[in-house]
Structure formats: structure tokens, C-alpha cells
Nanobody, 127 residues
Framework: QVQLVESGGGSVQAGGSLRLSCAAS???????????VGWFRQAPGKEREGVAT????????SYADSVKGRFTISRDNGKRTMTLQMNSLKPDDSAMYYC?????????????????WGQGTQVTVSS
């Protein structure tokens, strides 16, 4: 049973930084390293949107236009973790953030077509 657990959310003022982490369990190291992983977010009344993804080789990353230059995704396959470093945060970044894994081999998209999901961690940015 694969489980993803996020941590690191919280409340910050605009311009501040947060670092989100996601730990995977129930995954063998060889399986985890073969899967695309990523971060998504959902604000109240809005659809879930892709924030950033990183492919299995950690060679290719994709970012939503709204976070390019401010957020950085990374992964540690040995530890089965992924992180999202968020800098220069804006009030529009406020949302529930979810980590996800295994896009089913269909590339590494920013669409929420992932098999495994965490329970989410709240990020609130005040102006």
C-alpha cells in the first residue's frame, strides 16, 4: 500500500518562503525512482492544478507558468522523498498542496492524472 505524506505547510507573509516535503512509504526504491512525481494545489472553489513535476530520472522538470522562477522541485530516490521549495510567495499561492506519484507512464504531465496522492498540506500567504 503506497502512502504519500506531506509536511512543511503553514502561514507566511507575502515574499516569504516555505519548503514542502513528501515522504513515500510502501514503495520500493526501484519503483519510486521509475515514477514521475509532482506537486499540485487546490484553492477553495477552484480545480486542482499542477504546480511542478519531475521525471523519474530527475532530469526534466515542468512548472506552471505562475510559479516559474519562484518554486523548485527536487527528489531523492534513495530516501523516496520529494520537496518543493517555494520562494517569493504571493497570496495567490494560498491553497492546499498535494504531492502525487505515478503518472502511469504518460510522460510527466502537469495534469492531475496520477495514481497516488497525499492528504495535502495547507499553505496560506497573507498580504
Amino acid at each position: 500500500q503506497v502512502q504519500l505524506v506531506e509536511s512543511g505547510g503553514g502561514s507566511v507573509q507575502a515574499g516569504g518562503s516555505l519548503r514542502l516535503s513528501c515522504a513515500a512509504s510502501g514503495y520500493s526504491s526501484s519503483s519510486y525512482r521509475n515514477h514521475c512525481v509532482g506537486w499540485f494545489r487546490q484553492a477553495p472553489g477552484k480545480e486542482r492544478e499542477g504546480v511542478a513535476t519531475i521525471d523519474n530520472g530527475a532530469l526534466r522538470t515542468s512548472y506552471a507558468d505562475s510559479v516559474k522562477g519562484r518554486f523548485t522541485i527536487s527528489r531523492d530516490n534513495g530516501k523516496r522523498t520529494m520537496t518543493l521549495q517555494m520562494n517569493s510567495l504571493k497570496p495567490d499561492d494560498s491553497a492546499m498542496y498535494y504531492c502525487a506519484a505515478d503518472s502511469g507512464g504518460s510522460g510527466c504531465p502537469l495534469t492531475p492524472d496520477f495514481r497516488y496522492w497525499g492528504q495535502g498540506t495547507q499553505v496560506t500567504v497573507s498580504s
